[in-house]
């Protein structure tokens, strides 16, 4: 069985006119709420194997917060330039390429693509919000990455950070 977590990139700054999208940083709330997230991926037992992220800076600063708090070496974090702004489809390729001896693969991206991605993993389309800094838990039957299609995953569990006891 192959888990899947689809995390969008925290919340983004827009007090940087000159900067373009892509080189936006995380602001205050962003980099608060990570550190919160991953505790909570952590009380599940998530380890991830591997972790993919877009290149764009607020999406690749939230994989290592997350990541590095996993004890997963930032180092490590595999940046894929497809993925920022990637459409569901995109998403599906990339995750039909992942390395098959990684169990749990975490992929950090942007809206709308994630959150549409989320729906036609599970097929059902319940969810209707998908806010920065959310993780949607998929699991797959399948035990090849490359055999993963549109409505093959069972949607574990949606995160939302205002979920979460930030006390």
Excluded: C
């Excluded at 996993?70 to 490590?76: L, P």
């Excluded at 990637?86 to 975490?106: H, Y």
């Excluded at 992929?107 to 969810?127: K, L, Q, T, W, Y």
């Excluded at 299609?149 to 949607?155: D, N």
Aim: hydrophobic fraction near 45%; charge should be negative; glycine fraction near 8%.
């Amino acid at each position: 069985m192959k888990q899947l977590l689809l995390i969008r990139h925290g919340k983004s700054d827009w007090d940087h006119p000159g900067l373009t999208d892509h080189d936006r940083p995380l602001n205050e709330r962003g980099l608060r709420d990570a550190p919160h997230m991953a505790a909570a991926l952590m009380q599940r037992g998530v380890k991830p194997d591997l972790v993919v992220s877009s290149t764009a800076v607020r999406a690749a600063t939230t994989a290592q917060m997350i990541a590095g708090a996993m004890g997963y070496s930032s180092e490590d974090i595999l940046e894929v330039p497809g993925l920022y702004l990637a459409p569901p489809a995109v998403i599906l390729r990339i995750v039909q390429q992942l390395d098959e001896s990684a169990g749990t693969v975490m992929i950090f991206g942007h809206n709308p693509g994630m959150h549409e991605a989320v729906n036609a993993f599970s097929g059902d389309g319940d969810v209707t919000d998908f806010p920065t800094l959310a993780v949607a838990r998929l699991e797959f039957g399948e035990e090849h990455w490359g055999l993963v299609e549109w409505t093959a995953a069972q949607l574990v569990e949606l995160i939302m950070p205002r979920h979460l006891a930030t006390g």
